[in-house]
């Protein structure tokens, strides 16, 4: 079975910085697609960044100079480094795996996010 578990979230100041980590079981992600998404209050999910089994990273345009994606190989587990955060990025951030042999996605529980002073 595939577990995805996020940690991390908080309450932040605006301005501030959060680290959100996602560890696995099940999945290797060095060999697969692992994404974070957020959902806002009313809102669609919506893709926030990517990281491929090459490494190749993207990010939303949204976020893109402020949030990175990162991954650590030996824990099997990808990261989420938030920074200058904003009241309008408050929302529940999910990780997200994609096996690549099948597109089988697997989604971890979330982690509440508020940016708020």
């Known amino acids: 079975q595939v577990h995805l578990v996020e940690s991390g979230g908080g309450l932040v100041q605006p301005g501030g910085s959060l680290r959100l980590s996602c560890a696995a079981s099940?999945?290797?992600?060095?060999?697969?697609?692992v994404n974070w998404y957020r959902q806002a209050p009313g809102k669609q999910r919506e893709l926030v960044a990517t990281i491929t089994s090459d490494g190749s990273t993207n990010a939303a345009d949204s976020v893109k100079g402020r949030f990175t994606i990162s991954r650590d190989n030996a824990k099997n587990t990808v990261y989420l480094q938030m920074n200058t955060l904003r009241p309008e990025d408050t929302a529940v951030y999910y990780c997200?795996?994609?096996?690549?042999?099948?597109?089988?996605?697997?989604w971890g529980q979330g982690t509440q996010v508020t940016v708020s002073s």
């Open positions: 997200n795996a994609r096996r690549n042999y099948d597109d089988v996605d697997f």
């Open positions: 099940g999945i290797i992600f060095s060999i697969n697609t």
